[in-house]
């Protein structure tokens, strides 16, 4: 029997994908997370046209601003949302994305056709965008850069200043490549060559632009997973050793879990979200690892002995991860964050409770904010008479000026510019008294 020939992509389903993620990120003020569920409007798609509407969504949404000044140059009055977006999504697409003006245009003016809210803007769609076609391409190269939100900008501001928050700025807008950690890092030349990808200087692994993640070589075989290389720092920093018990605190997505796996720890995995624990449970599979895995409240659960070594990536405004995630500005507004502070404090009192006399605790944060984790930092060591385990940044491949003078490393989202960057994180290594 002759072999299918692979569907062909539905580049309107896609952008119809792409549209509802706006709105429900825009107008619902939900995060991509929440709206790429089973259910969601990815649902239903093949994997390019998911990969596509997604991708379509977060570049989107990382030029909304830019894209929304240069549709203000042709319209007398902003549209309602429902057709603004629309003509965000195609201005996106044909400048940033590079696709075919008139499929775009003809696309957009479908798209507010079938929408009830859009339809009698069909013929205005039209018309600006063919003149965007044609003039805007120029425009957009004078356009600033997207700024934070208000909330979050003026906080940053007043932690390091003006000029590193407009280098932070630019690093949202450029995005995130792909980076991968191996499972067996001896195999870190054979993997970069088979990838095309470049070895960081902290091992992980980067691609440029790798497009359907699942079809790359050694994705189905477990030899990789995603992570972002600060985020993989982490565990290094733990330095775990074959044998120890170690305890993964808020484990999910399980990135880290899979790197202390790897290292040979018995691992415990733990975190409060059945869903999330079944992605963990997914990823040790595929990767062929293992680790013991717990769905439980970690402020209130009890571990069967105490750990050599705990990594807690605490629950956190997420602000060091807005290049990855455009949608976080839009879902949060600081509203919340007396309650994350309060709940990291929580957990790092669980975790030293939980280690061995002489344990190593690693607590980090993917968060731009000091309240979130040089702050917590002094406050736990005051609290439990931690010492701090000084990082080797000649072996962690990091730069001596990303250590802080009160301990633990600083992560920015403008370190390696030239690299593509990485997302912001305060990590640190302590030791519980002996």
């Avoid at 952008?15 to 649902?43: F, I, K, W």
């Avoid at 990091?398 to 992560?411: A, F, K, M, T, V």
């Amino acid at each position: 029997m002759a072999e299918q020939a692979p569907a062909k992509p539905n580049i309107f389903a896609a952008r119809e994908a792409a549209l509802a993620l706006l709105h429900g990120v825009t107008v619902d003020h939900l995060q991509l997370s929440e709206l790429t569920r089973a259910t969601g409007p990815l649902a239903g798609l093949s994997p390019s046209d998911k990969a596509r509407g997604q991708r379509l969504a977060v570049t989107t949404l990382r030029n909304l601003s830019r894209a929304d000044a240069l549709i203000a140059d042709y319209v007398e009055k902003m549209p309602p949302p429902a057709a603004l977006n629309i003509l965000r999504l195609a201005v996106v697409e044909m400048i940033v994305e590079g696709e075919a003006p008139h499929g775009v245009v003809d696309s957009s003016v479908s798209l507010m056709r079938r929408s009830r809210q859009s339809r009698r803007m069909a013929g205005l769609a039209n018309a600006v965008l063919r003149r965007i076609a044609t003039e805007g391409a120029n425009r957009w190269s004078e356009l600033t850069v997207p700024t934070l939100p208000k909330w979050l900008r003026r906080r940053i501001v007043h932690i390091y200043n003006e000029e590193i928050v407009q280098a932070i700025e630019a690093a949202h807008l450029a995005g995130a490549p792909l980076d991968l950690t191996l499972r067996d890092p001896a195999g870190q030349a054979d993997w970069a060559e088979k990838l095309g990808a470049t070895v960081l200087p902290t091992g992980s692994l980067r691609l440029a632009r790798a497009g359907q993640v699942s079809g790359l070589e050694g994705y189905e075989t477990g030899d990789w997973w995603v992570q972002d290389a600060g985020a993989a720092l982490a565990v290094r920093l733990l330095d775990p050793q074959p044998g120890e018990a170690i305890l993964d605190l808020c484990a999910a997505p399980g990135g880290k879990t899979m790197q202390l796996a790897a290292a040979g720890a018995d691992v415990t995995a733990l975190d409060i979200n059945p869903a999330r624990m079944s992605t963990v449970e997914e990823n040790l599979t595929r990767t062929r690892l293992t680790a013991t895995r717990a769905v439980a409240d970690a402020l209130t659960w009890e571990p069967p002995a105490p750990f050599d070594a705990i990594l807690l990536d605490a629950p956190c405004s997420a602000t060091g991860t807005i290049r990855r995630h455009p949608d976080l500005p839009f879902a949060k507004n600081g509203k919340d964050l007396d309650g994350l502070f309060q709940l990291q404090s929580d957990l790092i009192d669980r975790a030293v409770a939980a280690l061995k006399p002489g344990g190593r605790l690693v607590f980090c944060t993917c968060s731009l904010l000091t309240e979130e984790g040089e702050r917590q930092a002094k406050l736990a060591i005051e609290r439990h008479q931690l010492t701090e385990i000084a990082p080797d940044p000649d072996a962690l491949g990091i730069d001596r000026g990303w250590l802080r003078d009160g301990g633990g490393i600083r992560l920015r989202p403008d370190y390696w510019a030239d690299l593509g960057g990485m997302d912001g994180f305060f990590m640190i290594s302590l030791r519980k008294p002996g």
